[in-house]
């Protein structure tokens, strides 16, 4: 826990009212329980960084585009694939 990293964040500049792109310090982060894809059965690690900024975002199953978690919080997670899943048929 407790790791500096540095994430791109979009930002808004009141200023110039133009979007942009700035980096953020995370605050901390934990490995939390692995999450699996319902649709094809993909296995994601999961790292909570906690961020200062509020985060609105989403993430799809990068195997067959299910989307597995939505989220607008300081806490945010990442996912990283470790096992591949069936590719649905359907597909």
């Not at 500049?13 to 982060?29: A, E, L, P, R």
């Not at 790292?47 to 989220?71: I, Q, Y």
Request: hydrophobic content about 30%.
């Amino acid at each position: 826990m407790g790791h500096d990293w540095l994430f791109l964040q979009p930002l808004y500049d009141n200023k110039t009212h133009q979007n942009g792109v700035g980096m953020v310090k995370t605050w901390s982060s934990s490995k939390v329980d692995d999450e699996v894809c319902k649709k094809c059965g993909s296995v994601y690690e999961v790292t909570m960084h906690r961020f200062p900024l509020r985060d609105e975002d989403s993430f799809n199953c990068s195997v067959c585009g299910n989307l597995m978690r939505k989220w607008n919080d300081t806490h945010c997670p990442m996912f990283e694939l470790k096992q591949k899943g069936e590719v649905p048929s359907d597909q």
